[in-house]
């Protein structure tokens, strides 16, 4: 899977997206279960929920897998009250994780098709 740095008009990297197409919740919880150093992954609140915050984890900083614009093809990857990272290796292992995370066959023509990828369609990413 692609990702995206999400950078601060500082120029500061915040975080990362993913594009959602390729990914459910479930999935989500499973991938960040399955890294050591999170603590916890879990589903929001329901308040939470309605604010776009579609997966809440931990690891040593409070993070979440969010839709920033309701409706959106992307989830962001960025520390909860939108902090900065003191170290950005925090970040670090959980984006190399989603950049290793292969979708079902089925799923990734499905994305490739909603998110208008001709090259995944054609093989060639």
Known sequence: ???FPVVGDDGVQRGFRIENAYIFRGALLRLLSS???VS???????EDLSAGIRVEFDRGVEL?????YGDNSDYWIIPKEHLILRNPSQ???IEEAFASYRPPL???I???LVSLNLKGLLGAD
């Open 91 to 93: 970040l670090r292992e």
């Open 110 to 112: 499905l994305g490739d």
């Open 106 to 108: 089925l799923l990734k």
């Open 35 to 37: 890294i050591e150093s």
């Open 64 to 68: 979440h897998v969010c839709e920033p």
């Open 40 to 46: 916890y992954a879990r589903k929001p609140r329901r």
């Open 1 to 3: 899977m692609r990702t």
